[in-house]
């Protein structure tokens, strides 16, 4: 049986979380279509189950499958997935050892299309299938694709960094009502200043009184 793919790893991620929670006795194309798992893809996730020995050729669950996804511990259950991981593939691990885990995506596509006889696109996909199952084991560290100006480059971790939120509720603070200058007669240069001022919005009518009852007081009737 030739080495099972998926196109992206975020599919195979999705269904192993699904088994984790619950693993059906029967894994067929209409099973993971009820469930809403990999649409259009159910046929590699299979192969991915059958290949790791979870599944039999009826497609349904195995001892072994139902031993892997009862495991609730993380821990647990990537030490159990990394020796299925490390039995179904065993031909590259006797060709790299512990190094298999951590194979460059490169060097792991040359293998599967040496072995194989795939094509390149098929080959990238298998090579993503491991990394997946590698990374799912507790094995290798995620590897985020980021788009540059020449292309795809690999970032092992990508770190977000939350910014505040800001409570929109919140009042804001009233901005200082900067001074009305009004020219007096004869200026020859006459000066507009805008005044900004910040209210609630549940404000009352007398609030918005005072407010500009200050504002005629203090800054234009003290100007004349």
Known sequence: MSHPYVPSGGILQSAISQFRQSFPAKIDSDTLKKLAIASGNENGVINVL???EAVNQENKRTQIGQDLFSLHDDQEFGEKLSELVESAYSDLFELRSNGAWNANQDDLISFFRRSDGTSAVVGKRQAITFQTLASLSGKREEEIL???PRGPNKVSKKKVTLEPR????????????EKVVVP???SDVALTVRVEVNLPANASKDAYDHIFASIKKNLIDGNS
Not at 166 to 177: C, D, L, T
């Open 50 to 52: 059958k290949y790791l």
């Open 146 to 148: 980021t788009r540059g």
């Open 166 to 177: 800001v409570n929109e509720g919140a009042q804001k603070p009233p901005k200082p009502a």
């Open 184 to 186: 007096r007669s004869g």
